[in-house]
């Protein structure tokens, strides 16, 4: 009698519903793909309501939509205020061709370096950035907590100012919270959101906190030949790296014969070989963020792997892919594939479209009447048979 008194005390203590109360739905988020593309990363893939109903059909359960704010009327200004104007839009459609599918989308807060930048240096950018996601949260608010997550911010840097983003992140939450209290949150790690930046990372008594991380290693194999970043590194002239290493034979001019310092080169390569990069060392980098989330009792997500199509075979492609995923199954960290439809794609354009010859890209000519078809291949790799 007295136990059954004190249930709705006790549930309030635990995070769990009271007696004769149902707890807020709370979306699988276990096999998911980044639209990366469409709002945020100098938009090129449209997305259209067939596309949900064909990554319904193949099995995820759920997107991540990159959102740049920027692109939608949102701009960071010193000489700005909390009154600004966004326009949603284009989001306000996505959403609903997600909601005809009954896909899941995590709306995920992705601007451009400068923005992020200016952010981590002022804390009038921070009192600014706070009040979007109090619009952003107050304009969602009655959306069902199982079809619609809020994650913070994409890829926080903050490498030598780590408590900066926790108290950040904190306030952000709070804001949210105070509109929106059974929105599932994500809170990303600092350092770009790698995988030991988590160890930076200060966690809540929050229930519906879930914390995230990307995984691309080695850069080698899945950055190998990108035109932009890794300034200091001979990966932009890196082709046909295999995956897994023991299949890389020595001398870089093998793979990077264009590098301009051989000596750099030479030592990626050796360094790629020596680990070696293997399902198995795969294996123990994932353990890592499990580790993390044992220790601290909270869930933990990786919102991005993935591995660029351009310039590695199909083989090393989808067997880095395989190996990173069945880590993260077996260790029971949902994903998000990076990415549907551009330069990192697991679909193949088809009908009127061209590609781009500076990064590769595909655009469609006629969004129209182009459209995606997903690889077998990718989809095997992923666990997926529809």
Request: hydrophobic share 40%.
């Amino acid at each position: 009698m007295r136990l059954v008194r004190f249930l709705p005390v006790l549930a309030l203590l635990v995070g769990l519903p009271a007696w004769g109360q149902t707890a807020p739905a709370i979306p699988a988020l276990h096999r998911g793909v980044n639209l990366s593309s469409w709002m945020a990363n100098a938009p090129r893939q449209p997305v259209f309501a067939r596309d949900f109903d064909q990554i319904k059909r193949a099995g995820f359960d759920h997107v991540r939509l990159p959102f740049n704010p920027e692109y939608y009327g949102f701009h960071l200004s010193e000489d700005g205020n909390d009154k600004f104007q966004v326009d949603f839009t284009a989001l306000d459609r996505a959403l609903a061709m997600a909601d005809q599918y009954n896909v899941p989308v995590i709306l995920d807060m992705h601007p451009e370096h400068g923005f992020v930048d200016t952010l981590e240096r002022h804390a009038w950018a921070e009192k600014q950035f706070v009040a979007l996601w109090q619009v952003i949260a107050e304009r969602y608010k009655t959306r069902s907590s199982a079809n619609l997550v809020f994650e913070i911010l994409n890829e926080p840097q903050y490498y030598k100012s780590e408590d900066v983003w926790n108290k950040l992140a904190a306030r952000s939450v709070a804001a949210i919270r105070a509109i929106s209290p059974d929105r599932v949150i994500i809170i990303g790690s600092p350092h770009g959101s790698d995988i030991d930046g988590l160890n930076a990372l200060q966690t809540t008594d929050d229930p519906r906190v879930i914390y995230a991380f990307h995984f691309y290693e080695p850069y080698l194999v899945t950055h190998q030949g990108i035109h932009m970043g890794f300034d200091n590194k001979a990966i932009r002239y890196f082709r046909n790296m295999p995956y897994p290493s023991d299949l890389a034979t020595e001398g870089a001019a093998t793979y990077a014969p264009d590098a301009p310092n051989f000596h750099m080169a030479s030592a990626e390569l050796a360094e790629y070989r020596h680990a070696p990069w293997n399902a198995d060392h795969i294996k123990s980098r994932i353990d890592v963020a499990q580790a993390w989330a044992n220790a601290h009792h909270v869930r933990v997500i990786c919102g991005e792997f993935g591995v660029l199509r351009n310039h590695i075979d199909p083989a090393s492609r989808y067997g880095w892919i395989h190996d990173t995923r069945s880590a993260m199954d077996a260790d029971d960290i949902g994903w998000e594939v990076w990415d549907y439809a551009d330069i990192f794609g697991i679909t193949m354009p088809v009908g009127n479209s061209t590609t781009d010859p500076v990064d590769g890209s595909v655009r469609l000519d006629d969004p129209e009447k182009g459209s995606h078809k997903f690889e077998a291949l990718a989809l095997s790799a992923l666990g997926l048979h529809p």
